[in-house]
């Protein structure tokens, strides 16, 4: 049974899409979306992307929506209120407990890496980047991994930062913040991409980014593409992680699923194809490879930053950026949490912050140590962090994902569905036959490939 009184509602529509927006717009945009560019072929990945996004980010994030608007509670408790109403087991809430657990995970080691932005930004304000060469830089990353007391001190501000947040509930906390950095996050990233325009390399990222290789999409290769892009579709929007069940849990049911759902795609990929131009132009200017993986922003651009003229604050800028993303959506990781505690148990949300937190703090130290003290420490050959990241993006998620559009389209009612969905004629035989054969098919082709890469 639950102990709130009266479940939260969110403040407003916009309020709403900037949440789900600052979920889905995390690390994922801004750091691994435009490497994955540059090792996957560039506009032949963005339109494989396209494509893959609309077949199954975007019909799993309306099931999911869905579930939690019907349920009104918890992603464990939806899922089993969802099911009772339908005439099926409560054993679906093993789906939401999933979801909870693998935000919870994530955040762990996620806030590691917000930590590292947090440093990084200080480090570039005061200008320590400026004129060091490749291996300074990689020497300055390297320093900072091999140092517990300096991660361990960023990772609690992250974290400080992101209990701050939450605890003032969900319009006072995640709604404001994500009014107020969604809106800077997309004011930094126009900033960066004029600058940009006027100093180079930007034609060049244009190129890259949008002629379209069509060539790449049938020739050797090309399956990687598609199997890099169905991937990144699928986790971009925050999927399979209890958040958007819990955002739907916040939700009127006078809200258009299928619109909101249009609009927070359009604009998570608009931030991620915009982050592109901010890196590329800089990356392309400075001779750099544009493929260079997850050392791209650690390890290129802060070597372009020591070097360009006013380097110190676009740098500071960027992983001011970085940051944003990164806290947007550590807000919506922990919601989830948080709604259990609150409504599982007899604790106030401050208290449910404070529980939460310090649990996440806790795990996120020992990833951390897995790049110094604790390196030795192996889960299944491998080290905590590499452990936490496997398990979920590789398991949890795909599994709830495909759960979520498997009881959206096969358990639920699908007259109610029709009609909570607004749908008719053609545009509901096409909602059913993605949400019953392809998005759930995607998925299972995402999890065989993840778990046997």
């Known amino acids: 049974m639950s102990n709130k009184q009266h479940h939260a509602q969110w403040g407003s529509r916009v309020g709403f899409i900037m949440a789900a927006v600052g979920s889905a717009v995390g690390l994922g945009n801004i750091w691994k979306f435009p490497y994955m560019v540059g090792e996957s072929g560039g506009s032949a990945f963005v339109l494989a992307y396209l494509v893959c996004i609309a077949l199954i980010g975007f019909p799993i994030l309306v099931a999911e929506w869905m579930i939690g608007r019907r349920g009104q509670r918890n992603p464990m408790d939806s899922y089993a209120t969802v099911a009772v109403s339908e005439g099926k087991t409560r054993n679906w809430a093993i789906v939401g407990v999933v979801g909870i657990l693998g935000a919870f995970l994530i955040l762990s080691f996620y806030s590691v890496i917000g930590g590292w932005a947090l440093n990084y930004m200080t480090k570039l304000a005061s200008g320590d980047f400026n004129g060091l060469d ?182 500071a800028l960027f992983f001011l950026l970085i940051t944003f993303a990164a806290l947007t959506s550590s807000i919506s990781l922990i919601e989830p949490s948080i709604e259990f505690l609150e409504e599982r148990t007899s604790m106030s949300r401050k208290t449910a912050v404070v529980v939460a937190s310090v649990a996440i703090w806790l795990l996120g130290v020992a990833a951390l140590l897995s790049f110094n003290m604790w390196s030795e420490v192996m889960i299944f050959g491998n080290n905590i962090f590499d452990f936490l990241d496997k398990l979920t993006s590789k398991f949890m ?37 993605i949400a019953k054969f392809v998005a759930p098919i995607g998925v299972i082709i995402v999890f065989i490939t993840t778990v046997l890469s």
């Open 134 to 315: 490749g291996a300074a830089v990689e020497g300055v990353f390297n320093t900072m991994l091999a140092s517990p007391a300096t991660l361990t001190i960023w990772h609690t501000v992250f974290m400080g930062i992101t209990a701050g947040i939450v605890a003032l509930g969900v319009t006072g906390g995640i709604e404001r913040a994500a009014k107020v950095m969604i809106p800077l996050l997309a004011l930094i990233l126009l900033v960066i991409v004029g600058y940009n325009v006027v100093n180079g390399g930007f034609a060049e990222a244009v190129d890259y980014l949008f002629t379209p290789d069509v060539a790449k999409l049938f020739g050797e290769g090309a399956s990687d593409i598609y199997l890099s892009a169905l991937g990144h579709a699928f986790f971009t929007l925050s999927l399979g992680m209890g958040i958007m069940v819990t955002y739907g849990s916040y939700l009127g049911k006078n809200i258009s699923l299928l619109s909101m759902a249009r609009a927070v795609v359009i604009l998570d990929t608009v931030i991620a194809l915009a982050a592109g131009l901010a890196i590329f132009p800089i990356i392309f200017s400075h001779g750099m490879d544009p493929a260079a993986g997850p050392g791209l922003i650690f390890v290129s651009l802060p070597i372009a930053f020591g070097s360009m003229t006013a380097g110190a604050l676009l740098g």
């Open 397 to 433: 998620l795909p599994i709830a994902g495909l759960a979520a559009i498997v009881f959206a389209g096969w358990v639920m009612n699908q007259e109610s569905v029709r009609q909570e969905l607004g749908l008719s004629g053609g545009s509901w035989s096409l909602w059913q036959l």
